[in-house]
């Protein structure tokens, strides 16, 4: 039988409110997924009825949800920089946090040595370099992730976004994929920085792949290496661009600074921590 918005929102907004604030929205991006249409559109049009073949995979979706999967995860696609980025469950999400980074790149943007060269380690979905390559029309890049699943997801939004030309994709672990002459303006990295022994939220711990969450005991020993094998590829005037954790930015910049590397600056998040640093 077909329903209605109104309908099915009253099927499923009390199992929604365990999980989300917002049932009406969640609910209203799975039905725009389904029915391929903008979620505005129900909330303009609450009465139109929905297909019972529809509600039927609407069900499911929403028992996913209810099991806190991230709508994200769900629908396969998650915003970043006002773009919209395909993900899988073997990419980290996009989050709000990490265009922080993009902004603290693109503030020295002009100033970063020519001809304009990124490094993206951890390259993951793809957001960051993408991002960078369509705000730095003249630059080039070279993205490494140890996980073949998710070079495939950088692959098709590099592709999507028509940059598949300006984009090299490599399997490796840091700086194994590269060779040791080449040099780049800029190397950026949004790492693992999660110590082994902490406990995450659900919708974080059960669909995030734990290589992009996890490093080591203290969640530093990502940056170790980064900061140990930057400097080899950067080149005279470049700069190195990291994310990191609440709290750990002191241990971060120690690390930098102990590999001679000059702090530049911090920047901090919607919420006013700070999230990521800038050396030179």
Partial sequence: MNESFESLFRDYAVELRKVTDNPARDLRVLLGFLEKKAPEFYFLHPESLIPENICAQL???VQRRISDEPLSKIIGEREFFGRTFKITKDTLDPRP??????????????????????????VGTGCILVTLLLE????????????????????????HFGLLERASLREGNWFSALD???????????????AYHEVLEKNVQDYDPHLAL???????????????GARQ??????????EFGKGQEKAVRALFEAESFEF???FNDLTGGIRCAIFA
């Fill in 136 to 159: 730095m029309k003249n630059a080039t890049g070279v993205g490494v992730d140890l996980s073949p699943e998710a070079l495939k997801v950088a692959a098709d939004n590099a592709t």
């Fill in 214 to 228: 996890f490093s080591g005991e203290t969640g530093l020993e990502a940056y170790e290496v980064i900061a140990k």
């Fill in 264 to 266: 530049i600056a911090y």
């Fill in 180 to 194: 040791e002459k080449e040099k780049f303006s800029l190397i950026v990295s949004n790492p693992p920085y999660i």
């Fill in 97 to 122: 946090d990490t265009e922080t980074l993009v902004d603290a790149v693109l503030h020295y943007a002009k100033d970063l040595p020519k001809p304009l060269r990124i490094l993206d380690l951890g």
């Fill in 233 to 242: 590829h950067l080149l005279a005037g470049g700069l190195i661009a990291v």
């Fill in 59 to 61: 069900k499911t979706l």
